[in-house]
């Protein structure tokens, strides 16, 4: 390794983040968090870190793609017998994490995870392109393989199968979780490392904004 790492810096030169700022419902905050992060993320900024626990009581974290948000929570889809589907299974409470580097900002979700509905998922899996769909029933997530060729020759033998099948039925393994959030942590970078941090906590079906130290 040539770099330094200690001397890896970032200037942060945003706008400061204020109590005036935040919306009372941090669901109406991410949202025009989010929109903006569209205007000036150049790639994925739907991206997000989800944390997981398992049996171990060891953390996992991973890239996921967020795919919806509704007024109960925070939508990803993913293989049921995969790490994360196997971790949630048996402790379904997670973390998610948004680093928006154009604009400087953080954003951090915990909270209880759910199933969403067979229907949703179906019609999620059936708006994905073909090649998606025979890649959930190919792949074994997070299982050992030999090679590439395995994948490749599962491939190969799952096109057969449903060619001239419309629809390609879901793999019964394979659909949505919903993230039922009961915290939000809003962080803005900000000079001097003296960033701006604002949680919000549900408390008795209301949100309550706090202002934390960076």
Known sequence: ??????????VFDQEALTEQDLAENPFDQ??????????????DPNAMT??????????????VLLKGIDSRGFVFYTNYQSEKGMHL?????????????????????DGTVERISPQQSE????????????????????????NREWLEQRYDQFSEQ???????????????????PDLFEFWQGQPSRLHDRFRYVVEGGKWNIERLSP
């Open 1 to 10: 390794m040539n770099q330094d790492i200690s001397s890896l810096r970032r």
């Open 30 to 43: 991410f949202s025009i968090w989010f929109d903006q992060a569209v205007e000036n993320e150049p790639f």
């Open 50 to 63: 989800l944390s997981t626990i398992s049996p171990e009581n060891r953390p996992a974290s991973r890239i």
């Open 89 to 109: 299974a048996g402790n379904p409470f997670a973390s998610i994490v948004f680093w928006w580097g154009q604009k400087q900002r953080q954003v951090r979700i």
């Open 123 to 146: 019609e999620y899996f059936h708006s994905r392109p073909i090649e998606s769909q025979i890649g959930a029933w190919v792949s074994k997530q997070s299982a050992v393989i030999p």
């Open 162 to 180: 449903f060619a001239g099948d419309d629809p390609i039925p879901r793999p019964p393994h394979w659909g949505g979780y919903r993230i039922v």
